[in-house]
């Protein structure tokens, strides 16, 4: 049975997407109030960067895909985007779904695993996913996926953690290793999600190396742009054939 990462661990393909599905069942209930804690508010500028980039249009057809609680969702939406949220974990789904109602926005929503999409081909101005590709158990095979569902001319847009600039390796590690484990266990409960949080973003391709696999996936002009040092960073391909 072929092996995957799960953090630090060697697991087998099939365990790694049963441990990720639990993980964000377990932490769906404080999971936003932990990305404001995590990143002192940041990643809410980093996702306005990211829809920035998508340059969606009112009417357009827009997949987020690992919505989680629908940031990204929300914002393309108030663009005037069709936009559809889909996700591998129906608590973070539901969790997404719900403060989008509470708001007034009713969007389609799909429980799904990203290297096996429900769309047909070529259905999508733009596919997005915010922090969710790190999880994903074959990430290659999710890139083409996501690249099959778009348009010709559609755009992928990836904002992800990424490698972090070099002289800020050490205090980072010292944040990641032991600052995150100790907030998850008193804020969500769960230190064991957020050590896999920073052993995740270690194994997680770099810059380079993602946007050669997106290149392998069949999108051209892919570009990067690098946030906080490195800390996060968001890719953009197009399909244009």
Not at 102 to 122: M, N, S, T
Not at 193 to 208: G, M, T
Request: charged share 25%; with cysteine.
């Amino acid at each position: 049975m072929a092996q995957t990462d799960f953090g630090f661990e060697r697991v087998s393909e099939q365990e790694k997407a049963r441990r990720v599905r639990g993980l964000f069942e377990r932490v769906a209930p404080r999971y936003d109030l932990m990305n404001d804690l995590m990143s002192a508010g940041l990643h809410r500028l980093w996702k306005a960067f990211a829809v920035e980039l998508a340059r969606v249009r009112p009417g357009e057809r827009v997949l987020d895909v690992a919505s989680g609680s629908g940031d990204l969702a929300r914002a393309f939406a108030g663009r005037g985007a069709d936009t559809w949220m889909t996700d591998v974990s129906g608590a973070m789904l539901s969790r997404g779904r719900d403060r989008l109602l509470d708001e007034g926005r009713i969007l389609p929503a799909v429980q799904c695993d990203a290297e096996r999409l429900p769309f047909p081909d070529a259905v999508f101005d733009c596919v997005a996913v915010g922090f969710g590709l790190r999880n994903m158990t074959r990430k290659q095979a999710a890139l083409a996926e996501m690249t099959r569902v778009l348009k010709t001319g559609g755009r992928l847009v990836i904002l992800e953690f990424s490698r972090v600039w070099k002289p800020l390796e050490k205090p980072y590690d010292l944040y990641s290793f032991r600052v995150l484990p100790w907030l998850g266990a008193k804020v969500a409960g769960d230190a064991g999600a957020y050590r896999y949080l920073a052993e995740s973003i270690r194994v997680h391709p770099d810059q380079p190396t993602l946007a050669a696999m997106m290149e392998e996936a069949g999108l051209e002009q892919v570009e990067y742009f690098n946030l906080a040092a490195g800390i996060a960073a968001v890719h953009r391909g197009w399909k244009l054939r």
